[in-house]
């Protein structure tokens, strides 16, 4: 079973609005990852959790934070947003994150964001 | 870092032609290579990877790429296309950290 599933598949908020995006694997992976893809863009990584602590985070707006509750869940909560976030988010999750291995990344569905 | 770079962000063929998806990769040293494909609406799932076991590698669908080090390529191909491979193709490499990096897409569109 190599499923990542995503809740909800569809969001639409305001940019008062707080809520957050729910992502699940039970293949035992030690690595999760958060993505944004914009329309006919290849995905942009946001977030990498290693063994459920934050490992990177590339540069992303404290508008958007991670949490890791346990190694099968990954939440993205999401407070404040502009109109220019709106996007598919996608969830990722991999063995163990390890640094230049074929570690490979199976991604979940996606959220469809649209921020008003 | 490593990067790739695919050629062509649209490409056509008709149904029953051979598909071929382009993508050079940037490094010093053997990379870590992956091809995922994205369907409408959809997630990435793994066509297939390139782990220097085998310059050959098969994925699903019937796709395959070959590994070639004089080329710096990892061209990914399919003998015969089908109406339902029209999708978004990505080309990937791991860099430090796990980080996958894509390359820009490419749009297969199959002509019946």
């Known amino acids: 079973d190599t499923e990542v599933t995503q809740t909800p598949k569809h969001l639409v908020m305001g940019m008062t609005n707080k809520k957050s995006l729910k992502c699940e694997q039970h293949m035992g992976h030690r690595a999760m990852y958060w993505y944004k893809q914009k329309a006919k863009k290849p995905p942009e990584l946001m977030f990498v959790y290693s063994y459920e602590k934050l490992s990177i985070n590339e540069s992303v707006p404290s508008r958007f934070s991670p949490e890791c509750p346990n190694s099968s869940l990954l939440n993205l909560h999401l407070h404040a947003l502009q109109p220019e976030d709106s996007a598919l988010y996608l969830c990722?999750?991999?063995?163990?994150?390890?640094?230049?291995?074929?570690?490979?990344?199976?991604f979940g569905p996606g959220t469809r964001l649209t921020v008003l | 870092a490593q990067s790739v770079t695919q050629l062509g962000s649209h490409v056509s063929v008709s149904e029953g032609a051979l598909v071929l998806l382009r993508c050079n990769y940037s490094?010093?040293?053997?990379?870590?290579l992956f091809w995922y494909v994205q369907y409408p609406n959809q997630g990435l799932q793994l066509l297939l990877k390139?782990?220097?076991?085998?310059?050959l590698v098969k994925g699903i669908n019937g796709f395959e790429a070959e590994f070639k080090k004089s080329e710096t390529s990892f061209h990914l191909t399919k003998p015969s296309a089908h109406m339902s491979d029209a999708a978004e193709y990505f080309c990937?490499?791991?860099?430090?950290?796990?980080?996958?990096?894509f390359g820009g897409g490419t749009r297969l569109m199959v002509k019946p």
């Open positions: 990722a999750s991999s063995q163990d994150g390890t640094s230049g291995s074929t570690d490979t990344q199976y």
């Open positions: 490094s010093s040293v053997p990379p870590y």
């Open positions: 390139y782990t220097s076991a085998a310059t």
């Open positions: 990937a490499t791991n860099n430090a950290g796990n980080m996958l990096t």
